[in-house]
């Protein structure tokens, strides 16, 4: 059974930064691709970043390009969203996501295994 189980929300001021962790476990996670998106109150879950694990290849969304940065470990099972100049737009709960053969990849319905999720909140 997939968990991806993330840490490493919290409250932070505009232009801070945050790093998002994603614990993956019960499966090989080598095809898949791994997202990160976030719902804002009132708001559609939106994408934000993604990576293919067996490439290393990145996506992002234009809104996070240039200061969010995906990563993974392979060791740990682990992908990380690093987050810089945070701004209070950024504020919503972030969820990772994997799935298998995802074809398009910031297509939140591609993603078939998602996290519990973690706040973020950017004061301004």
């Known amino acids: 059974q997939v968990q991806l189980v993330e840490s490493g929300g919290g409250l932070v001021q505009a232009g801070d930064s945050l790093r998002l962790s994603c614990a993956a476990s019960?499966?090989?996670?080598?095809?898949?691709?791994m997202g990160w998106f976030r719902q804002a109150p009132g708001k559609e879950r939106e994408f934000v970043a993604a990576i293919r694990w067996s490439s290393g290849s990145t996506y992002y969304a234009d809104s996070v390009k240039g200061r969010f940065t995906i990563s993974r470990e392979n060791a740990k099972n682990t992908v990380y969203l690093q987050m810089n100049n945070l701004k209070p737009e950024d504020t919503a709960v972030y969820y990772c996501?994997?799935?298998?053969?995802?074809?398009?990849?910031?297509?939140?319905?591609?993603?078939?295994?998602w996290g519990q999720g973690t706040q973020v909140t950017v004061s301004s």
């Open positions: 019960g499966r090989t996670f080598s095809y898949y691709a």
């Open positions: 996501a994997a799935g298998l053969g995802v074809a398009n990849i910031a297509r939140r319905h591609e993603y078939g295994y």
